[in-house]
């Protein structure tokens, strides 16, 4: 049987000092995955036509959708059984979500490759080579966002990282090397981000022990499925609906401004990435840190110092984006995407709408309360449709910027919401496992 590291049998005792290092650590990891990413979300917008980068950005918007049930049935639930109920056989357990996670992907990967042969076959083939490139890669992609989650549940963010740093020397060394060469495109982008994901997750595999193999027959945890399926139904209903305003925009503007629209609002996005990816950083460790306070006074304390760090953090970033926004898109683009600068202010009121909606989402989901979390993203989901419709034809991609805001804060202040009747009403009780 494989062995697992000895933290694997508990996690660390949530100290100041602990909290400290493992959120420097974090960040650090973040930073570094986030920040390859970035720079290579910024090289494709500099160096692509705006048609072929909205076909880049259109098809990791189907690809994100279709990741929502690895996230919500897979990477998600670890975090919170992980270090609760199966932190006493940690590895076992680790060995049978590798497992599933290769079956999933098969699945999510054959659909990619569909999805793109019919864009190719009714005439959209920038879109078709992207999504047929990306499904080829999804299997990889997904399986690095998958062995950085159980660094976390081990107390050890310090693997993460150091994946992190591997992963983003890669991206950033090969999208030079491509781009050099003539090579850099959509598809190009993608194969490059599929090996650059499978050379740091073979290597977080083998630092942390984890296995492909069955486990024994009759293994108790050869399959979690039920365990992850009754925590997992609702949060992938909801993250399936917090797809709808994040990335709805991405699918509508190319109707009304062509795929150019699509690379522009993508341009746009790409500089709330640094703040999504700090309060990215943050969630692994909140989640766990909220389940093992539940029922006891800590828990709201730990929420409530989570959302004024993540309120600041936005705020601070709204202030600079709105201050320094335009001048950095010109140094960034080449200038391809200036006529779009001023909209970057409204834009960048959503660092302070995620930040809200991270804490609160993150506060339900250690209650395990993820249908309140489905519920409140519907009312999100509704919101950026409606605002969609109403706007984009309107005013374009300004009118994406002022959606994405108000379904964003919608979402915030219905979770957040959710959270103060529980409260008001004394229902955060523990009963077992579950909370009510």
Same mark, same amino acid.
Request: glycine share 10%; aromatic share 8%; charged share 15%.
């Given at each position: 049987m494989t062995?697992?590291?000895? !933290?694997?049998?508990?996690?660390?005792?949530?100290?100041?000092?602990?909290?400290?290092?493992? +959120?420097?650590?974090a960040v650090v990891d973040q930073g570094l995955f986030a920040s390859s990413n970035f720079i290579l979300n910024v090289l494709l917008a500099r160096w692509l036509a705006p048609d072929e980068y909205g076909a880049f950005t259109i098809a990791f918007s189907i690809f994100l959708l279709l990741a929502t049930s690895h996230s919500s049935l897979v990477q998600e639930p670890m975090l919170v059984f992980g270090p609760g109920r199966f932190s006493d056989r940690f590895a076992r357990y680790l060995d049978s979500i590798v497992l599933?996670?290769?079956?999933?992907?098969?699945?999510?990967?054959?659909?990619?490759?569909?999805? +793109?042969v019919g864009a190719w076959v009714v005439g959209k083939k920038p879109v078709g080579e992207a999504t047929v490139a990306l499904g080829l890669a999804c299997p990889f992609i997904l399986l690095q966002w998958l062995m950085r989650r159980p660094c976390y549940v081990l107390g050890k963010p310090q693997l993460a990282a150091l994946a992190g740093g591997g992963y983003a020397v890669l991206v950033i060394l090969g999208a030079y090397s491509l781009a050099s060469w003539g090579l850099l495109s959509a598809p190009s982008a993608f194969g490059l981000m599929g090996l650059a994901s499978a050379a740091a997750a073979l290597w977080l595999a083998s630092r942390l022990g984890v296995r492909v193999a069955p486990a024994a027959k009759g293994d108790p945890l050869m399959a979690p499925r039920r365990e992850h399926w009754e925590y997992g139904r609702w949060g992938l209903a909801a993250a399936a609906m917090n797809w709808v305003p994040a990335n709805v925009y991405f699918v509508l503007l190319p109707i009304w401004g062509g795929l150019a629209a699509a690379g522009a609002f993508r341009a746009l996005c790409n500089f709330l990435l640094p703040i999504v990816n700090l309060y990215a950083a943050f969630g692994p460790l909140l989640l766990p840190a909220l389940v093992r306070a539940r029922g006891a006074p800590a828990f709201r304390g730990r929420a409530q110092k989570a959302a004024i760090g993540f309120l600041g953090g936005g705020v601070l970033s709204w202030a600079l984006l709105a201050l320094f926004g335009q001048q950095l898109m010109a140094w960034l683009y080449a200038g391809?995407?200036?006529?779009?600068?001023?909209?970057?202010?409204?834009?960048?009121?959503?660092?302070v709408t995620f930040g809200l909606a991270?804490?609160?989402?993150?506060?339900?989901? !250690?209650?395990?309360?993820?249908?309140?979390?489905?519920?409140?993203?519907?009312?999100?989901?509704?919101?950026?449709?409606?605002? !969609?419709?109403?706007?984009?034809?309107?005013?374009?991609?300004?009118?994406?910027?002022?959606?994405?805001?108000?379904?964003?804060?919608? !979402? +915030?202040?219905?979770?957040?919401?959710?959270?103060?009747? *529980? *409260?008001?009403?004394?229902?955060?009780?523990?009963?077992?496992?579950?909370?009510?």
């Open positions: 062995t697992a590291p000895p !933290a694997a049998t508990g996690t660390p005792r949530m100290t100041l000092q602990v909290w400290v290092s493992q +959120g420097i650590w599933e996670h290769w079956r999933l992907t098969a699945l999510l990967g054959t659909l990619l490759v569909l999805v +793109g391809k995407y200036d006529a779009f600068g001023p909209d970057l202010a409204w834009l960048g009121a959503a660092s991270a804490v609160a989402e993150g506060a339900l989901r !250690a209650l395990e309360r993820p249908n309140l979390v489905f519920w409140s993203n519907t009312g999100s989901g509704v919101v950026a449709l409606t605002l !969609a419709v109403l706007l984009v034809p309107r005013l374009g991609v300004l009118g994406a910027c002022l959606g994405l805001v108000a379904s964003s804060m919608t !979402a +915030g202040v219905l979770m957040s919401r959710q959270l103060w009747i *529980r *409260r008001a009403n004394a229902a955060w009780r523990q009963d077992g496992s579950r909370w009510r």
